[in-house]
């Protein structure tokens, strides 16, 4: 992995993913060391997304490497219309690798072509976002105690969440049972459908949420948002019963785990975090570790 | 058919290229992909004209110019049926059909609005991919979304 950019899942093999846990694994027991002390992370957020870049900054700041960059396109010389090639030539001269996210789809798959460091892909549009789904793998396996055979239940927007298509197309390695709880509108598009077939995985699609739940491991909640729907009057019909609350967990098994890549808004209500079964809020701190095992992998230095 | 007639529509050239089996619709689009527009040769352009095999073709004639292969194989895009017969002396040299290339690069847009090679002054790059109809569609090697054949515009 040393000296490669991760912009896609794909650009890794299943055993790198692996590898990278593995080192996960390592820095949670160990986060604080000063192995890329020296080294320079570049940060470079062309659009805003605070808990991303928080999570990089703090991996690299607690393995003792500085960080340079900017959390928004309008501090920085690209709202003076400066090129993508432009900006990645520059930051790469001061820097050994370069976190970065941009609204345009392929940006960071540009930065790679161009860029004489490596290039982590913090989210292009709504493309890829590899560490996030590196995290997924994480939590999963973390709390599941494998990765293989797990019945993964993803419930909301499976239409537009990358976070979802991308973690469904990494399951299809580990022989995973997929259940899909949606509203017709926000089904599943056909390609990440195809992933499964061609894996010959089994897909179980609902309606309703709560038949989902007593099967389910991983139960991996998304945010249903207002504008996804052509129609107002559809969108108040169904935002409420994709809610998860409490009461609803009774039925599920003593291991399973509730998992979202977080802003949440309504869809997870409070009383949920409490129960022992709520994880996204670990499952975002796994992030920090994995970006370290990422992080230390590219830079050859684990 | 009268000779005459069919003179006219086959009517022979010294040197150059012939790009037969065109199909009518997609005439144009050939024209564009190739920069017929911008060169100075001599050249011929038939179309909605009678074929056995496809109802209706386009031809095009090109006086003194030879193609490189992979700049004609570009045309398998919009006319994977074409035939290129080359020409010297009123002989023809030699006569195939166009292959898909397997990679494109420059001439056609990503179908992405939010595609980064639409936003910066970026070549496009795609892998060439077979639809469930057997058509050809072009997977961005950038923004990773997949231009379908009709949605394809030829910069
Ligand atoms: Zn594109």
Redesign the pocket.
């Known amino acids: 992995m040393k000296n490669r950019s991760l912009v896609s899942i794909e650009d890794f093999s299943k055993e790198e993913w692996l590898k990278i846990l593995d080192l996960a694994e390592e820095f949670e027991k160990n986060p604080k060391q000063r192995i890329l002390e020296g080294n320079v992370i570049a940060t470079l957020f062309f659009e805003p997304s605070t808990r991303t870049r928080l999570s990089f900054e703090s991996a690299a700041s607690y393995l003792g490497a500085k960080v340079i960059g900017f959390s928004d396109a309008s501090s920085s010389s690209v709202k003076k219309g400066e090129s993508l090639n432009d900006t990645i030539l520059t930051v790469s001269n001061y820097s050994d690798i370069i976190v970065m996210r941009h609204p345009r789809?392929?940006s960071a798959r540009y930065a790679s072509e161009v860029s004489p460091v490596p290039i982590i892909n913090a989210g292009d549009g709504a493309n890829q976002h590899p560490s996030q789904t590196l995290l997924d793998l994480y939590s999963i396996r973390k709390t599941q105690g494998r990765l293989d055979n797990i019945h993964i239940t993803f419930v909301g927007d499976l239409k537009y969440g990358r976070t979802v298509h991308s973690l469904v197309i990494a399951l299809c390695n580990f022989n995973a049972i997929f259940h899909f709880v949606s509203p017709p509108e926000l089904k599943l598009p056909s390609y990440v459908k195809r992933h499964i077939k061609d894996a010959k995985l089994r897909y179980y699609q609902y309606t309703d949420l709560t038949e989902a739940i007593p099967k389910t491991d991983i139960l991996y909640m998304t945010r249903i948002q207002k504008e996804r729907f052509s129609d107002p009057i559809e969108y108040e019909k169904v935002k409420n019963a994709y809610i998860l609350r409490n009461s609803m967990l009774e039925e599920a098994k003593e291991s399973m785990k509730v998992l979202h890549p977080l802003p949440r808004v309504n869809e997870i209500t409070q009383d949920v975090d409490a129960n022992p079964m709520a994880y996204y809020f670990q499952q975002a701190q796994n992030g920090v570790y994995v970006r370290q095992a990422i992080l230390t992998s590219i830079l050859g230095v684990k | 058919m009268s000779d005459l007639r069919k003179e006219l529509k086959v009517s022979a050239i010294e040197n150059g290229t012939v790009i037969d089996h065109i199909p009518a619709k997609s005439l144009f689009q050939v024209v564009k992909i190739l920069k017929l527009n911008a060169i100075p040769n001599q050249i011929l352009f038939g179309n909605n004209l009678q074929s056995q095999k496809y109802g209706t073709k386009g031809i095009i004639k090109v006086n003194d110019k030879y193609f490189e292969a992979q700049e004609l194989n570009k045309i398998a895009l919009v006319a994977p049926s074409a035939t290129l017969i080359v020409i010297k002396d009123f002989t023809v040299v030699y006569k195939k059909n166009v292959e898909l290339p397997k990679t494109i690069k420059q001439f056609v847009k990503?179908v992405?609005p939010n595609?980064i090679?639409n936003n910066e002054n970026i070549e496009?790059k795609f892998d060439v991919h077979i639809d469930e109809e057997g058509q050809p569609k072009l997977r961005?090697n950038?923004?990773e979304?997949f231009t379908a054949k009709d949605n394809m515009v030829f910069i």
């Open positions: 789809e392929g | 990503c992405n595609c090679t496009t961005c950038y923004c979304k």
